[in-house]
């Protein structure tokens, strides 16, 4: 359930164009307005408005945004206004090439997407940057931890959901095969390990971890945690957590980017903008729960100016400051 609130009457794009790009002239720009509309339009409105404004001021509003915003406020609004796949795309892009390297970020896009978004990722990956994603994934990565996010793109994985209805015996077989891949052995076979968890769908992976708890009284994550390391480890545990609950994963990466002394604003920036308009809802209601403290209170507490108020206009602010 997203958090993004609109207009309950359905906007102008030319005017909502029109307004923003009075917000951008003068001295200074009028953040106020900007995050006004902006914050409160969806993707398709967005994109509308992005083509007004080309058609009526022959610009292109990103770069507009660029030049007259600054810092987070700058790098969230720049992700925002892109549509979702393109978003994806960007976010893997700067992971993958940017000035720092940023692994884990990569590989939380790329396992915690679900397949048809994947798909439509790969194809905004290679129309914006003029290249296949995996190209810059075999550059940046290595051993399992690479051949597991290249399955996962490459498998034609099951999509899944709610509703689907698992095999009791293909659970049974898959927990009993990732038992004798790891914790039976001395060693770990991770070609198991990367069989199951990028062919399998998000119903089918949660069924294989209570089968596993089940048949060998030890939670899988434990066994993945025992049995792997790094960014592989990383990789397989996002995929566990989020055939578990999305909107728990994703608490946690929000809870840990803003906990201890300073912010990792990309983690928070990311998951803020990205999940908006897919979960936000149901991932403050996991924070709430797990951390005992509202999202909104604790963004509040790590940011301010109007990058504070960019982010809490995404989330929706759970009392009046």
């Given at each position: 359930m997203a958090s993004l609130t609109v207009p309950p009457v359905p906007t102008w794009p030319r005017q909502d164009a029109i307004d923003l790009h009075k917000a951008f002239q003068g001295f200074g720009c009028d953040s106020t307005t900007v995050i006004s509309i902006l914050a409160h339009r969806d993707a398709a409105q967005r994109a509308a408005i992005s083509q007004e404004y080309r058609a009526v001021f022959n610009q292109d509003l990103a770069r507009r945004i660029a030049s007259e915003l600054s810092g987070n406020h700058k790098r969230a609004m720049l992700l925002w206004v892109l549509d979702p796949a393109t978003r994806d795309a960007t976010i893997l892009k700067q992971a993958l090439t940017g000035d720092v390297t940023d692994l884990r970020a990569a590989t939380e896009v790329v396992c915690s997407r679900a397949p048809s978004q994947l798909r439509v990722v790969r194809q905004a990956y290679r129309a914006r940057f003029g290249c296949h994603v995996e190209h810059d994934l075999t550059e940046r990565t290595s051993g399992d931890h690479q051949r597991l996010l290249l399955a996962y793109l490459a498998v034609p994985l099951a999509e899944g959901g709610p509703g689907e209805v698992v095999d009791p015996a293909a659970v049974a077989l898959d927990a009993r095969d990732l038992y004798r891949a790891g914790e039976r052995r001395l060693g770990t076979d991770e070609r198991a390990f990367i069989r199951v968890f990028s062919e399998r769908s998000w119903a089918h992976m949660a069924a294989v971890a209570r089968a596993y708890h089940h048949m060998y009284d030890r939670s899988l994550e434990s066994a993945v945690k025992s049995e792997t390391s790094g960014n592989f480890c990383f990789g397989l545990l996002t995929v566990l957590r989020c055939a578990d609950s999305p909107a728990r994963y994703f608490a946690r990466v929000l809870h840990k980017a803003m906990k201890g002394l300073g912010t990792s604003d990309s983690a928070l920036i990311?998951?803020?903008?990205?999940?908006?308009?897919?979960?936000?809802?149901?991932?403050?209601?996991?924070?709430?729960?797990?951390?005992?403290?509202?999202?909104?209170?604790?963004?509040?507490?790590?940011?301010?100016?109007?990058?504070r108020t960019f982010l809490l206009s995404l989330v929706g602010r759970d009392r009046t400051y």
């Open positions: 990311r998951v803020v903008v990205s999940r908006a308009e897919i979960d936000m809802q149901f991932i403050k209601a996991e924070y709430h729960r797990m951390y005992k403290r509202s999202l909104a209170d604790a963004i509040h507490a790590e940011t301010s100016g109007h990058y």
